[in-house]
């Protein structure tokens, strides 16, 4: 694990020595360096640090202010401000800081920060790793299957028994569910709906219909290959079984 450090100071002999003393840390590496808070921003958003040891008296923006216009980022760098002055501590640790470091820095000490540094770094890879690992989990747990199907209507939500439905679709972003006279708007998407709805009743004819087997009226041969399922709703709707999916419907139906 490298903790990935820009160090940001005025003072050319100060992030000379400071970057001396980091040079003892193998697991330390230096990738940036800045003369003030302007260029130290560019540095920032340029490349993800880790952490930045960052002077508080500059020209222009000081540390302080360079260090509080970081919060609310989404990867946001641990800072450790290094200075020759007491004084500001308390406004460090408000905003906040891990560490305030007092010019000439003492080896002990910045040992001290170095190894809080780490374990910073490593709880939050820990954290990041167990998220990853419970979406993995509930990736691979496979949906309950349904028993009604949610749908709305009128600012009203209502569960729909699945013998009701005659067919689902997709229209741009909105999925619709039509029963024997009305149309109904789903959250769930069509994908879902074919992983959760039964398999043996509900057949997935084109990419963007899923019809229930029970309510066909009609099956006709169509263009290339295709085929043409005639429903029984109010509107005798009809719906496309692409080529790829004639197979199933033909083994669904007990098709010759």
Sequence with gaps: MVLRALIVDDEYPARMELRYQLSQFPDVEIIGEATNAREAMALINALEYDVIFLDVQMPGMTGLELAKSLKG???????VFVT??????????????????????EAERLAETIQRLREAKGAAAEGKAEKAGEAARQAEEPKPQLSFLLCEKDDKQIPLPLNEIVYIFSEGYNVYVQTYSERLLTRH????????????QFFR???SYLVNIYQVKEISPYFNGAYIMKLKDKNHSEVIVSRANVKRMKQLFSMG
């Design 205 to 207: 004819s084109h990419r």
């Design 84 to 105: 020759a002055y007491e004084n500001y501590a308390v406004s460090a640790f408000e905003i906040p800081a891990t560490d305030y470091l007092l010019k000439p820095i």
């Design 73 to 79: 980022r989404a990867v946001m760098p641990k800072v």
């Design 189 to 200: 998407t069509l994908q879902e709906l074919t992983e959760r709805l039964p398999a043996n």
